[in-house]
């Protein structure tokens, strides 16, 4: 089945600071790759996402790359804010399953 | 509507107790998935209902049982729980059957303390 990597676990970074959150998966046949933002006591909430015919996505100060070669991904954040906050989900389903990473809690400080 | 709901929010039950957990969507969606959130963890999956059959399910207990009376609602019941099935579960759904391309928009979810 498929395995989701995702690093760091934890992640604190000064207000307007950029964060980057890398995922790596193991199934090949996985083509689709969404972010997830949760807040405390709070649902997960799609932020972003990309499919593996494109290589990179932004929307306005996040943005996803994509390697497929090498099966890894990457969410990026610039000009962080407090309420960027949050524990952040990779994910990367298959037909039959949908794994996520284990999580990244990240800590913007004013 | 671009919600999922779920109800209740809070339930505190014993382990003899006999309770549902209900989602309900209106967005059109085929696929309905249950998971399992322990604290500072990922969601796990439980179960996936696609057209309204069970396509998945994750050698979940039998204690949890699935049920989908309509493309709309999916519920959880649940019987004989033990304290380590407290955790925060959330309903998910998705366009089309198959995780695999299809993005899935989750519920707020039902935080179960088992006593």
């Known amino acids: 089945g498929e395995n989701v990597e995702q690093h760091p676990s934890t992640l604190s970074v000064q207000e307007g600071d950029s964060a980057v959150i890398k995922c790596t998966y193991s199934?090949?046949?996985?083509?689709?790759f969404p972010w997830y933002k949760q807040e405390l006591g709070k649902r997960p909430q799609l932020i972003i996402d990309?499919?593996?015919?494109?290589g990179e996505k932004k929307d306005q100060r996040i943005a996803v790359t994509l390697n497929k070669t090498a099966k890894h991904f990457s969410l990026h954040i610039t000009e962080t804010q407090p309420e960027d906050s949050a524990v952040y989900f990779c994910?990367?389903?298959?037909?039959?399953?949908?794994?996520f990473g284990a999580g990244t809690r990240l800590t913007v400080k004013p | 509507d671009t919600e999922v709901t779920q109800t209740p929010k809070h339930l505190v039950m014993g382990m003899t107790n006999k309770k549902s957990l209900k989602c309900e969507q209106h967005?059109?969606?085929?696929?309905m998935y249950w998971y399992k959130q322990k604290a500072k963890k990922p969601p796990e999956l439980m179960f996936v209902?696609?057209?309204?059959?069970?396509?998945i399910n994750e050698s979940v207990p039998s204690r949890f049982s699935p049920e989908c009376p309509n493309s709309s609602l999916l519920n959880l019941h649940l019987h004989a729980l033990q304290p380590e099935d407290s955790a925060l579960y959330l309903c998910?759904?998705?366009?089309?059957?198959?995780?695999?391309?299809?993005?899935?928009?989750f519920g707020p979810g039902t935080r179960l303390t088992v006593l």
């Open positions: 990309i499919r593996s015919n494109v």
């Open positions: 994910a990367a389903p298959t037909v039959n399953d949908m794994r």
């Open positions: 199934d090949s046949a996985s083509n689709y």
């Open positions: 209902y696609s057209y309204e059959k069970l396509s």
């Open positions: 998910a759904s998705s366009q089309a059957p198959g995780a695999s391309t299809d993005t899935q928009y």
């Open positions: 967005m059109g969606h085929r696929a």
